[in-house]
Structure formats: structure tokens, C-alpha cells
């Protein structure tokens, strides 16, 4: 049974605490911790826990950078970063539309949900250093093969990193990733730089 604290860190991570099948917080914490072995069945085949974990991975990564950015500036260093990555995260758990891929054999009906697409443009951060991809939105008819269709990406950055270059980086890596894994008629990425923070 959780608590009003565990019910407010689980409403954090963009999630219910319906969502976490009956585990906690700091349960799902623990098996983090713990590398995730002895693999739990329960906690691993619970899309709302492993959306969890992803996003209690991500702090755990960050919680070093901003300890040590806290400790070596005046300022409190602003979390309300953390908050927007996790939305993102929390969203891309959301399976959404059904896109189907183009193809020429009408009897063949392949398709990948927008949750997918949108974890795929999450992936492109990993190429590209510093950068921490937030909300994530398709616009346009995605349901309808050869509808054009646009991008948006909110992302983090690191203080002093040249903004044009990386927001073109990121692009670049989306658009890549976007041809290669859908049949999706991109006509734009847009990246717009919500954050910009101290540290990793």
C-alpha cells in the first residue's frame, strides 16, 4: 500500500500510482539499484514499471551532475527540468495512433505505434552529448500513409554548448533515425532548446 508521498513521486514521473501494478517507489528503486536481478517478472512485465524505471534511470544518472552543480554554485541548481524530461518519458509509454507502414502489397499490413516512433526520437539523444530530449509531438495525420508530418522536440542542453550546432545535430539524428525505421513523410523537425543547465 503507498502512501501520499510515494502517490506524489509516482504522479512526478508523469505516471498513477495505479499504473505501478501495486509496487512502489521505492521498490522500484531498490530493484534499480540492485541491477535488476533477480529479474521480477511482475515489476518487468508492467509497461507502467519499466516507464518507471526508466525515468528513476535517468535521475539516478543526473542526481551525480546535479549534486555537484549544486555544491560549486550559489544558485540552486533548477529541477524543473527533470520534471519535463519525465513528462516526455511518461508520454512515450502512451501507445497513440497506429502508424502503418507504406507498402505496395495490399494484403500486408505492418505498423508501429507512436509511443515507438517517439521512443526512437528519444534514442537520437544518445548521439548527441549533453542533449536530454523531453516532450516529443507528431503532428499531422500519421494514420494516413504519405501524410506529411511534423516533428517537434523540446530538448535540455548543457550550459555552453553552441545551441545552433547541437539543435542541428539532434535534427539530423532524428531525421536519420525516422528514415530508417518508418515510412513516415517527415516535411520538419523542429527542436526547440527549453532548458539549458549546468553539468552533464
Request: net charge negative.
Amino acid at each position: 500500500m503507498t502512501d501520499h508521498h510515494d502517490d506524489d513521486q509516482v504522479r512526478r514521473l508523469g505516471l498513477e500510482p495505479g499504473d505501478l501494478d501495486g509496487h512502489t517507489i521505492e521498490e522500484l528503486s531498490d530493484y534499480l539499484e540492485a541491477g535488476r536481478t533477480p529479474r521480477n517478472a511482475a515489476i518487468e512485465e508492467s509497461p507502467g514499471c519499466r516507464l518507471a524505471l526508466d525515468a528513476l534511470e535517468r535521475l539516478h544518472g543526473l542526481g551525480g551532475a546535479l549534486m555537484v552543480t549544486e555544491e560549486s554554485s550559489a544558485a540552486p541548481a533548477d529541477e524543473g527540468w527533470i520534471d519535463r524530461i519525465l513528462s516526455g518519458i511518461a508520454m512515450d509509454a502512451q501507445a497513440g495512433r497506429r502508424i502503418p507502414y507504406a507498402g505496395d502489397d495490399p494484403d500486408v499490413d505492418f505498423g508501429i505505434t507512436e509511443g515507438a516512433v517517439r521512443g526512437l526520437v528519444r534514442a537520437a539523444e544518445e548521439a548527441i552529448p549533453g542533449v536530454l530530449v523531453g516532450r516529443c509531438r507528431l503532428d499531422g495525420d500519421v494514420t494516413a500513409p504519405g501524410a506529411p508530418v511534423r516533428v517537434s522536440i523540446d530538448a535540455s542542453v548543457r550550459h555552453g554548448d553552441p545551441l545552433r550546432a547541437v539543435a542541428d545535430g539532434l535534427r539530423a539524428e532524428v531525421d536519420a533515425r525516422l528514415r530508417r525505421h518508418t515510412t513516415l513523410q517527415v516535411e520538419a523537425i523542429d527542436v526547440a532548446i527549453t532548458d539549458v543547465r549546468e553539468g552533464a
